[in-house]
T-cell receptor
Framework: KNQVEQSPQSLIILEGKNCTLQ??????????LRWYKQDTGRGPVSLTIMTFSENTKSNGRYTATLDADTKQSSLHITASQLSDSASYIC??????????FGKGTRLSVIA | DSGVTQTPKHLITATGQRVTLRCSPRSGDLSVYWYQQSLDQGLQFLIQYYNGEERAKGNILERFSAQQFPDLHSELNLSSLELGDSALYFCASSVVAGDTIYFGEGSWLTVV
């Protein structure tokens, strides 16, 4: 069964600290993996997209990694800001619809 | 602004009623998706249309139906509403299936 598991479920960090969110998937075949940021009550916004051949991709303070062999991805946030407080959702595309969504990691950045 | 427009933003209705949620995809996008997100839950895929045709169906209840019109806008119809249908309903669109999907801001449905 195609699944995407994210950990931790929730996370609280101090402003300025770094954190890493994990995503493990069993989706097959694999086409690409995306990380979305969802502010409370808002629509998700794409942060990065990674294909099979990409290991690392950065978008500002966000860096995503992908290990297609172990079917794991991570999203690293550096120098966190209060505005980073949101849910981060890992989404895997098998090339066959529908996309497989993780349940997300809820990040709270506190002063 | 993702370019995906959803109306209404908020809706309160009684059990047993029927509502219609509307979505205008980004200009040029042929695929439209509908998702349901209940409180503190992940996004649940409901249905996808591509250029007017149903492409994929997820965990969509029989009380729910959707369609995509020739101008590519889409409507999600929810009938015989129950308290448990209260949720945030998102529409998303992409150029083609598998491409990055862009979400609207959602329609908050509260069933009382």
């Amino acid at each position: 069964k195609n699944q995407v598991e994210q950990s931790p479920q929730s996370l609280i960090i101090l402003e300025g600290k770094n954190c890493t969110l994990q995503c493990n998937y069993t989706v097959s075949p694999f086409s690409n993996l995306r990380w979305y940021k969802q502010d409370t009550g808002r629509g998700p916004v794409s942060l990065t997209i990674m294909t099979f051949s990409e290991n690392t991709k950065s978008n500002g303070r966000y860096t995503a990694t992908l290990d297609a062999d172990t079917k794991q991805s991570s999203l690293h946030i550096t120098a966190s800001q209060l505005s980073d407080s949101a849910s981060y959702i890992c989404v895997v595309n098998s090339g066959n619809t529908p996309l497989v969504f993780g349940k997300g990691t809820r990040l709270s950045v506190i002063a | 602004d993702s370019g995906v427009t959803q109306t209404p933003k908020h809706l309160i209705t009684a059990t047993g009623q029927r509502v219609t949620l509307r979505c205008s995809p980004r200009s040029g996008d042929l695929s439209v998706y509908w998702y349901q997100q209940s409180l503190d839950q992940g996004l649940q895929f409901l249905i996808q249309y591509y250029n007017g045709e149903e492409r994929a169906k997820g965990n969509i209840l029989e009380r729910f139906s959707a369609q995509q019109f020739p101008d590519l806008h889409s409507e999600l119809n929810l009938s015989s509403l129950e308290l448990g249908d209260s949720a945030l309903y998102f529409c998303a669109s992409s150029v083609v299936a598998g491409d990055t999907i862009y979400f609207g801001e959602g329609s908050w449905l509260t069933v009382v």
